[in-house]
T-cell receptor, first 112, second 116 residues
Framework: KQEVTQIPAALSVPEGENLVLNCSFT??????LQWFRQDPGKGLTSLLL?????REQTSGRLNASLDKSSGRSTLYIAASQPGDSATYLC???????????FGEGTQLTVNP | GAVVSQHPSWVICKSGTSVKIECRSL??????MFWYRQFPKQSLMLMAT?????????EQGVEKDKFLINHASLTLSTLTVTSAHPEDSSFYIC????????????FGDGTRLSIL
């Protein structure tokens, strides 16, 4: 059974700092990995999707990497802003279908 | 604009009542819809996968008679929590998918369910 772990559970940084969020998964037989953002009491917004054959994806200040063989992914946020404050979830999609397994998330607070 | 509409966004009701949550796909016909549950400070857990016109597939440990899912059309799925109890209080989120297999899921804004 796939298990996804995210470290740290919570992170508080001053504005402008670069930061890294970590995600690990136990079964490397994945189709893709996604990073989502969740604001309090809201649904999920997809940030980046990395296919299993890819090593990284970039969107603006966000960069996600994937090392499938070691079961790890990182989300790098450059020059953090207070508006980045949210919970960040990673999820892996299994190869046999579209089932997503989520980590418990990292709650990020960026202080002005 | 929003791809998925989930209603209601928040509901409070007494123990023993049944609660229906709607999930609508606004932009496309959703062959597949998913229902997730999220407890505070925890991750999303898949409850069931719903394909239009067929019975939902429930994840292990999810009671199908407790959580009734109806996917009667390609744009609407409903989740009914029957005889709800305080332990059913949670955040319920749906997602929609165009087609089956490896297609993106688009998530609703969730429903906060509080059972007194």
């Amino acid at each position: 059974k796939q298990e996804v772990t995210q470290i740290p559970a919570a992170l508080s940084v001053p504005e402008g700092e670069n930061l890294v969020l970590n995600c690990s998964f136990t079964d490397s037989a994945i189709y893709n990995l996604q990073w989502f953002r969740q604001d309090p009491g809201k649904g999920l917004t997809s940030l980046l999707l990395i296919q299993s054959s890819q090593r990284e994806q970039t969107s603006g200040r966000l960069n996600a990497s994937l090392d499938k063989s070691s079961g790890r992914s990182t989300l790098y946020i450059a020059a953090s802003q207070p508006g980045d404050s949210a919970t960040y979830l990673c999820a892996v999609e299994e190869t046999s279908g579209s089932r997503l397994t989520f980590g418990e998330g990292t709650q990020l607070t960026v202080n002005p | 604009g929003a791809v998925v509409s989930q209603h209601p966004s928040w509901v409070i009701c007494k123990s023993g009542t049944s609660v229906k949550i709607e999930c609508r796909s606004l932009d496309f016909q959703a062959t597949t819809m998913f229902w997730y549950r999220q407890f505070p400070k925890q991750s999303l857990m898949l409850m069931a996968t719903s394909n239009e016109g067929s019975k939902a597939t429930y994840e292990q440990g999810v009671e199908k008679d407790k959580f009734l899912i109806n996917h009667a059309s390609l744009t609407l799925s409903t989740l009914t929590v029957t005889s709800a109890h305080p332990e059913d209080s949670s955040f319920y989120i749906c997602s929609v998918q165009r087609g089956q297999g490896h297609k993106p899921q688009h998530f609703g804004d969730g429903t906060r369910l509080s059972i007194l």
